[in-house]
Nanobody, 123 residues
Framework: QVQLVESGGGLVQAGGSLRLSCAAS????????MGWFRQAPGEEREFVAA???????AYADSVKVRFTIARDNARNTVYLQMSSLKPEDTAVYYC?????????????????WGQGTQVTVSS
């Protein structure tokens, strides 16, 4: 059973960069597909990126090129490197874990979630 804690959120100006981290506890991290989702106030939670145990990745069209997901199994950590940030990227970002071996984009495929970290991009 993995537990997730996000960090690295904050206030950044448009065009800037930010790296989110998700620290996982437990011994099953390396077998999990890890995903990042985000949710703005009044909006549905949306898929951002995912990386599976084979290091295959998937990205939402809105963040391709700008965002990069990576994982360090030795540190039990998954990262979301965000560049060229836009005000529309403002949201609470959540880290999640899934037992699905692919890189699912549906939140229902993820069974463990972190508490979220706020990212605010100013113009």
């Amino acid at each position: 059973q993995v537990q997730l804690v996000e960090s690295g959120g904050g206030l950044v100006q448009a065009g800037g960069s930010l790296r989110l981290s998700c620290a996982a506890s437990g011994r099953t991290f390396s077998r999990q597909t890890m995903g990042w989702f985000r949710q703005a106030p009044g909006e549905e939670r949306e898929f951002v990126a995912a990386i599976n145990l084979f290091m295959m990745t998937a990205y939402a069209d809105s963040v391709k090129v700008r965002f990069t997901i990576a994982r360090d199994n030795a540190r039990n950590t998954v990262y979301l490197q965000m560049s060229s940030l836009k005000p529309e990227d403002t949201a609470v970002y959540y880290c999640a874990a899934s037992t699905v071996l692919s890189t699912p984009i549906e939140s229902s495929n993820y069974n463990i979630w972190g508490q979220g970290t706020q990212v605010t991009v100013s113009s």
